[in-house]
């Protein structure tokens, strides 16, 4: 499973971006996936992961209310809605595909994008 994000930029505090993951694997429903992001000399934390079918997601603390994640099955990729965007958030973003939906947090997954950047100004 290849991985490709996508979307990342420089936004003011306030602002919003969507990122985009691409999936190039035809199985890409039979995953759940997730999004992580690692800042400036920090370790990778998780963000928000969906399962399969997009019925369940779950979140980081520290965004839950902002970020909303999502997916549509039929074009392959994953989504990540960031809105209320605060210079905190500002770190590389990786998306991750795995099998287990309920152990996406722990940062074991399989399968990983390339990481895109998010810098939010204050």
């Given at each position: 499973v290849q991985l490709q994000a996508s979307g990342g930029g420089l936004v003011q505090a306030g602002g919003s971006l969507r990122l985009s993951c691409a999936a190039s694997t035809p199985t890409f429903s039979s995953y759940a996936m997730g999004w992580f992001r690692q800042a400036p000399g920090k370790e990778r934390d998780f963000v928000a992961a969906i399962s399969w079918s997009g019925d369940n997601t779950y979140y980081a603390n520290s965004v839950t209310g902002r970020f909303a994640i999502s997916r549509d099955n039929a074009k392959n990729t994953v989504y990540l809605q960031m809105n209320s965007l605060k210079p905190e958030d500002t770190a590389v973003y990786f998306c991750a595909a795995d099998t287990d939906y309920f152990t996406m947090a722990t940062m074991t997954?399989?399968?990983?994008?390339?990481?895109?950047?998010?810098?939010?100004?204050s």
């Open positions: 997954s399989d399968y990983w994008g390339q990481g895109t950047q998010v810098t939010v100004s």
